[in-house]
């Protein structure tokens, strides 16, 4: 067998084995690109969830300014949620809002 053939199926190998070696690294990224995603969208439910027992916690307290932030807070997780592609969560002040807008329109509260 000449150094020729020798060296062209060596090449062949090589270059299959290159192949191989991408496509387990594409395959890598890829999954390591997911756990990230899945990572920030465990931070995003965490950030929410804390966000919302805090301001109730603090509504509770009769600390309406850290209400307000903690709410805002809550709000801004649900945004991100939503730009991640996540479910969009109904706000858990919903009836704390109806019950002000009552007290605001002069009815019972």
Same mark, same amino acid.
């Given at each position: 067998?000449?150094?020729?053939?020798?060296?062209?199926?060596?090449?062949?190998?090589?270059?299959?084995?290159? +192949? #191989?070696?991408? /496509?387990?690294? $594409?395959? @890598?990224?890829?999954?390591?690109?997911?756990?990230?995603?899945? !990572? =920030?969208? &465990?931070?995003?439910?965490?950030?929410?969830?804390? +966000? #919302?027992?805090? /301001?109730?916690? $603090?509504? @509770?307290?009769?600390?309406?300014?850290?209400?307000?932030?903690? !709410? =805002?807070? &809550?709000?801004?997780?649900?945004?991100?949620?939503? +730009?991640?592609?996540?479910?969009?969560?109904?706000?858990?002040?919903?009836?704390?809002?109806?019950?002000?807008?009552?007290?605001?329109?002069?009815?019972?509260?």
């Amino acid at each position: 067998m000449s150094d020729y053939r020798i060296v062209t199926g060596r090449r062949k190998q090589l270059e299959e084995r290159i +192949a #191989e070696l991408e /496509a387990e690294l $594409a395959k @890598a990224k890829l999954h390591d690109t997911w756990d990230k995603l899945k !990572a =920030a969208r &465990w931070a995003i439910v965490e950030a929410r969830n804390e +966000a #919302e027992t805090k /301001a109730i916690d $603090a509504l @509770a307290r009769y600390k309406f300014q850290m209400f307000g932030y903690w !709410a =805002a807070c &809550w709000v801004h997780a649900n945004r991100q949620a939503k +730009a991640a592609g996540m479910e969009d969560q109904p706000s858990p002040f919903y009836d704390l809002v109806q019950a002000a807008r009552r007290i605001q329109a002069g009815g019972e509260s």
